[in-house]
């Protein structure tokens, strides 16, 4: 079978395959670019793989660094663009059920792609568009498989992350897995207990952005593979993908602030605490973890009928603009718009929009030392302006801290 090469990425890198077949070697285009190819989706990135070992790849492109020396991947500088360029190899054992103890770099594509995940991920194209496909990789996208390459145990024993990278793959294609690999995957999810949490959530996201989850759903529930998640059971978990599957539904697109927010939603995690200890233990950042908790406290507050401008008061545009959206697709549309106009007519949406700040009312006070009183000031100006009993203007605020501190002391 042979294929169009249009695709910009592919018609940019071509010339690289090229470099390496005129020293000799074999080059192709591998893993994902292939199958979202034969799919005719765009492709994202390009992985090559050669022949060349990695100081013969490095003698050809003067231009590179040597990021995963070890495992044979150089990454060059070619035209302005950088490729990572990966030797053939074969693997020994996996001691922690992640890396390979071992590497060999090998001449042969057939037996590097034997090492690789599943059928769709292990063809290749050559720089004429030729596909070389030595495990029925096309037969299995066409019938809307995902099939492991070889014995399934033997890919999940080596990787327990293939068996989330499945899964993934399942809700982002919509393709069913083939009878023995999920019957491997059941019988090894225990194993996932050996990876990094980071490196299951990394799966574990773009599993619940699949546009497929809904008809996953079961396949996540029945694999056990839950029950390796942080803090809560499987169970849980399995409540929380519910909510999620459910609120999606209508969604033509969401972002991750939302899935994780409506997973907690169902996870019945009402307490604060309890959803950030949780993401924590997903090993999420300070910064979405605000995110997520600021969208999933507006989402209650609108679901409880606070929806007033004061209400909105120190929401993100982002949030409401998520919030909005949501609403709009569950054909709410009165709704987000009473919010877009409630939240739009604030004066100002956090304290560092007051005209006036701490510094400004030591000075008007003629103060040397802050205190107490400060803090009682900007909690009063802020107040005020949010309810729209004083405009946020420079003049009008100095008059105001001047009554205040008066009515303070007089007090």
């Not at 057939?110 to 568009?129: P, Q, S, W, Y």
């Not at 759903?217 to 499987?234: M, Q, R, T, V």
């Amino acid at each position: 079978m042979k294929l169009d090469l249009t695709d910009p990425l592919f018609l940019k890198a071509i010339p690289v395959l090229k470099e390496l077949e005129s020293h000799g070697y074999e080059a192709y285009f591998v893993g994902g670019c292939v199958r979202d190819s034969l799919l005719n989706k765009g492709i994202s990135d390009i992985d090559i793989a050669t022949s060349a070992f990695p100081e013969e790849v490095q003698s050809i492109f003067p231009k590179h660094f040597d990021v995963g020396l070890e495992h044979g991947t150089v990454v060059v500088l070619f035209h302005g663009e950088s490729y990572e360029i990966t030797t053939f190899r074969t693997e020994s054992t996996y001691s922690d059920y992640r890396r390979p103890d071992q590497v060999s770099f090998v001449r042969d594509l057939v037996e590097d792609t034997k090492r690789r995940d599943f059928t769709i991920n292990a063809m290749a194209l050559d720089a004429r568009g030729v596909l070389f496909d030595y495990h029925d990789g096309l037969k299995d996208l066409e019938d809307q498989k995902i099939r492991a390459v070889g014995q399934a145990h033997d890919r999940f024993q080596e990787d327990a992350l293939r068996m989330m990278r499945a899964i993934r793959f399942a809700s982002q294609l919509g393709f069913e897995l083939e009878s023995q690999t999920y019957i491997a995957i059941q019988a090894l999810s225990k194993n996932l207990a050996y990876i990094s949490i980071e490196r299951i959530r990394i799966e574990f996201e773009k599993t619940m952005l699949g546009r497929h989850f809904n008809c996953c759903l079961p396949l996540i529930k029945e694999s056990h593979l839950l029950d390796h998640f942080p803090l809560y059971n499987g169970q849980r978990y399995c409540l929380g993908m519910d909510a999620l599957a459910n609120e999606i539904s209508d969604l033509k697109d969401y972002s991750i602030v939302q899935a994780w927010a409506f997973l907690l939603r169902g996870m019945e995690l009402s307490e604060s605490s309890d959803r950030q200890n949780l993401l924590k233990k997903w090993t999420l950042s300070n910064q979405r973890i605000n995110q997520i908790q600021e969208y999933y406290q507006l989402i209650v507050n609108v679901e409880n009928g606070a929806i007033q401008p004061i209400d909105l008061y120190s929401f993100s545009s982002q949030s409401i603009e998520l919030l909005e959206d949501y609403l709009i697709a569950k054909e709410q549309k009165s709704l987000a718009a009473l919010i877009r106009d409630h939240f739009d007519s604030l004066a100002i949406h956090d304290r560092k929009e007051l005209a006036l700040n701490g510094s400004d009312i030591m000075q008007i006070l003629d103060m040397h030392h802050g205190g107490p009183l400060i803090g009682q000031i900007l909690d009063y100006l802020e107040t005020q302006v949010i309810k729209n009993n004083l405009r946020n203007d420079r003049l009008i605020l100095e008059k105001a801290v001047q009554d205040y501190s008066k009515s303070y002391n007089d007090s």
